[in-house]
């Protein structure tokens, strides 16, 4: 019972490096979410899918790109990374339904850019 | 504007005691949705209650409570005779329109229970 896998679970960068973060879901969501935490912040919405193909923008998606090419997965990517983005990153995923169900989150990866 | 505001950034208290965590919401839509999650130590979040906003009864489960009041906008959750492993961050949250597909969280409310 996987429900939200994130991968990789810990990463440090050398500024300007690039990287992938992968989130895998097996509960055929339609919706996922990719948000940052950091300390005073709460989380924070970097980008969203609202079905394989599609990805939109949240609150903070300056220096992130995502991709949606199969429903489970959802890809975020940092094409050139700075110290502002170490935080600790979320995905989720939802099924929207008609009663707006609750979000289910992964574990989380600690990113840090040194 | 769409906005979750939890104005707690800590609170700490004796084992036993009760608390209320405040949640105050903004959203122009009549339908919307509020959630409560829990992110313990460990760092993982924990779904902890679903409302929508044609529902306005309390809801109880167990040592937890829940307050949502529309006239005012908020959404308390209260822990009864709090335990050292209530110790968290709870986040509150907003699906602010039925036809939207954002969930928005405040800053969340660090809650330290000492023994």
């Known amino acids: 019972n996987a429900g939200v896998t994130q991968t990789p679970k810990f990463r440090v960068l050398k500024t300007g490096q690039s990287m992938t973060l992968l989130c895998a879901q097996d509960m055929n969501h339609e919706y996922m979410y990719w948000y940052r935490q950091d300390p005073g912040m709460g989380l924070r919405l970097i980008h969203y899918?609202?079905?394989?193909?599609?990805?939109a923008k949240g609150e903070v998606p300056d220096g992130y790109n995502v991709s949606r090419l199969k429903n489970q997965n959802f890809l975020l990517g940092l094409e050139s990374a700075a110290p502002s983005q170490t935080s600790v990153y979320f995905c989720a995923s939802r099924d929207p339904g008609q009663m707006n169900t609750e979000a289910f989150f992964g574990q989380g990866t600690r990113l840090t850019v040194v | 504007a769409q906005k979750v505001t939890q104005a707690q950034t800590e609170i700490s208290v004796v084992e036993k005691e009760d608390v209320t965590l405040d949640c105050v919401y903004e959203t122009r839509d009549t339908t919307y949705y509020l959630f409560w999650y829990k992110q313990p130590p460990s760092g993982e979040l924990v779904f902890l209650i679903r409302?929508?906003?044609?529902?306005?009864q309390n809801e109880i489960s167990g040592r937890y409570s829940w307050n949502f009041q529309k006239s005012t906008s908020s959404f308390n959750f209260t822990i009864t005779a709090s335990q050292v492993v209530d110790s968290a961050v709870y986040f509150c949250a907003l699906n602010p329109s039925y036809n939207t597909d954002k969930l928005i969280f405040g800053t969340g409310t660090r809650l330290q229970v000492f023994p």
């Open positions: 899918s609202v079905g394989e193909g599609t990805t």
């Open positions: 409302r929508n906003s044609f529902d306005e």
